[in-house]
């Protein structure tokens, strides 16, 4: 497998602000990039990672156990993260990593159907032990709920074009590969938009999105996350595109957010004051050295936030 570059990763980890003896979660391990850096960085304390992609938790176990022994793979959704780590009998940690999203290795391999620009069975399973996938999307949805997923969840303005050209060419056929539904998002489109983006790149998205519910668990997660800190501890999470990022940044927000009954007081009591203060007011995003090294980290942004009492 060819090297799987970690985004912002020297920028999440040292905004975890770990110690030798820290707990730390990981609750998207995939090939290992940041659990790695976390694990050489706490040899006297624990790390707790998760993942329901099975080739990402065998590739990562080889990778982790290079460097220590002090760590444990979970294989589940991240939004099970209270449960899972309650019976280990965890119920306090002092940092939390999400890095949202789908992984290069599962966009480079090409039959996981995530990629619009290989031919693959239409898959986009994170758990492939799971029995729907983007097959069942394209195939069994109505006209209208395609219309409302390629809208909302990947913002794209010809959605109920995209999603009537579907509708009418099932009727002939199932749609059965990535390449084949791609070119039916392409004949859905003007011939000028074609030129200024690859026309399935929101649409995969949303598919994708869709099949995972991947924003349906982030709020539950990071609320979980948060209520799992030690005063001190922080939250790290990175985001890739605007859907999950204004998620995240409203979820901070609101928890770092002053009681409206005692705001503008010039002395605020101690207990009208939130637990949470964002460790950076502003989304920090890669550098122009990280962008050159790895174009897909352009549309990548972390945030963070720390447990303050």
């Known amino acids: 497998m060819e090297k799987h570059i970690s985004v912002l990763l020297e920028e999440s980890i040292s905004s975890l602000n770990l110690n030798e003896s820290s707990i730390v979660v990981d609750c998207t391990l995939g ?27 065998r590739h990562s176990t080889d990778r982790l156990s290079a460097i220590g022994t002090n760590f444990t793979i ?7 993260l209270k449960e899972e780590l309650a019976r280990r009998e965890i119920d306090k940690v002092d940092a939390v990593l999400f890095d949202l999203g789908v992984s290069s290795p599962q966009l480079d391999d090409a039959k996981r159907g995530f990629s619009y620009h290989e031919d693959a069975k239409l ?12 097959y069942d ?17 990947g913002e794209d303005k010809f959605s109920k074009n995209i999603a009537k050209k579907i509708v009418d060419y099932r009727k002939t056929k199932p749609i059965e590969t990535t390449l084949e539904l791609v070119e039916i998002i392409k004949s859905a489109v003007p011939m000028k938009y074609r030129k200024d983006k690859h ?13 995972n519910h991947e924003l349906d668990v982030i709020e539950p997660a990071i609320n979980q996350a948060l209520s799992l800190l030690n005063v001190g501890g922080r ?27 005692v ?12 637990d949470f203060k964002l460790v950076v007011n502003k989304a920090i995003k890669p550098s122009a050295e990280e962008l050159e090294k790895n174009p897909r980290a352009r549309s ?10």
């Open 300 to 309: 990548s942004k972390l945030r963070v936030i720390e447990r303050v009492k």
């Open 31 to 57: 090939y290992g990039g940041h659990s790695s850096s976390i694990l050489a960085r706490i040899k006297k304390g624990f790390l707790f990672a998760f993942d329901q992609d099975s080739e990402a938790i």
């Open 235 to 261: 939250v790290a999470v990175i985001t890739f595109h605007s859907l999950e990022d204004r998620l995240v940044k409203n979820i901070f927000k609101e928890k770092c957010a002053i009681d409206p009954k």
């Open 74 to 80: 979970i294989k589940s959704n991240f939004v099970n």
């Open 137 to 153: 999307v394209v195939n069994n949805y109505s006209q209208e709920k395609l219309t409302e997923i390629f809208y909302k969840y």
């Open 123 to 134: 898959d986009m399973r994170m758990d492939q032990d799971m029995a729907f996938s983007a």
């Open 199 to 211: 026309p399935a790149r929101q649409i995969f998205q949303a598919i994708r999105i869709e099949v």
């Open 263 to 274: 705001q503008g007081l010039p002395n605020i009591p101690p207990e009208y004051l939130p």
